[in-house]
């Protein structure tokens, strides 16, 4: 069965720091990675997804995360955050099985930057 | 385009009633999730419909839980004789494409409490 493994739950940084947010992933076919961002009294929305090609992904607001095979990751990063920036990230694997689609999420990562 | 909308966006109800929760996806798409998302985890897969077919539930989708698309646009979600562990945010999202890469479109969810 497929899971999403995020390995930090809160992570504070100061604003202009970098930060790196962890995702491993087990599925036993091939999966889409994606990850989601929900700011405060908001939806999730789309940050980036990883279906294909370089492993190297860039999304919106300066993010980026890079798909690792082999070590069944696929961790976020930004060189220099942002108050604006704070909000709960969640990293998710899409997998099409038994005719269906099928996305599993992490247990989210709060990111708090500081002034 | 006006997004997934839900509705309410709050429900306060006493254990053992029932409460529906209805959701309007984007217009043009065919796909149609329900998640549950409780404190501290990320959002729980509970069923999935794609038009008026429900092709998946989630073991934690309960006898007590049904879901419905009639005609594939707008569903609701019912909780019959509601319990205190049901209590949780429960997010609507939609989506469209021929593949499992397409993204989810989230609504901003329907906060229930049992009391």
């Known amino acids: 069965a497929q899971s999403v493994t995020q390995l930090d739950s809160q992570v504070p940084v100061f604003e202009e720091a970098p930060v790196e947010l962890r995702c491993n992933y087990s599925?036993?076919?091939?999966?889409?990675l994606f990850w989601y961002v929900q700011y405060p009294n908001q939806g999730l929305q789309l940050l980036l997804k990883?279906?294909?090609?370089?492993?190297l992904v860039k999304g919106i607001n300066g993010f980026e995360a890079e798909f690792n095979k082999s070590q069944t990751s696929f961790h976020l990063r930004k060189p220099s955050v942002h108050i604006s920036d704070t909000a709960e990230y969640f990293c998710?694997?899409?997998?099409?099985?038994?005719?269906?689609?099928?996305?599993?999420f992490g247990t989210g990562t709060r990111l708090k930057v500081l002034a | 385009d006006t997004g997934v909308s839900q509705d309410p966006r709050h429900k306060i109800t006493k254990r053992g009633q029932n409460v529906t929760f209805r959701c309007d996806p984007i217009?043009?798409?065919?796909?149609l999730y329900w998640y549950r998302q409780t404190l501290g985890q990320g959002p729980e897969f509970l069923t999935y419909?794609?038009?008026?077919?429900?092709?998946?539930k989630s073991r934690l989708l309960s006898d007590r839980f049904s879901a419905e698309r009639p005609k594939g646009s707008f569903s609701t979600l019912e909780i019959q004789r509601t319990e205190q562990g049901d209590s949780a945010m429960y997010l609507c999202?939609?989506?469209?494409?021929?593949?499992?890469?397409?993204?989810?479109?989230f609504g901003s969810g329907t906060q229930l409490s049992v009391l």
């Open positions: 599925s036993s076919v091939s999966v889409y």
């Open positions: 990883y279906l294909s090609g370089s492993t």
């Open positions: 998710a694997v899409s997998e099409y099985s038994s005719g269906t689609y099928k996305y599993i």
């Open positions: 419909f794609q038009n008026e077919a429900q092709l998946e």
């Open positions: 217009s043009e798409h065919n796909r």
């Open positions: 999202a939609s989506s469209s494409g021929q593949a499992t890469n397409e993204k989810l479109f």
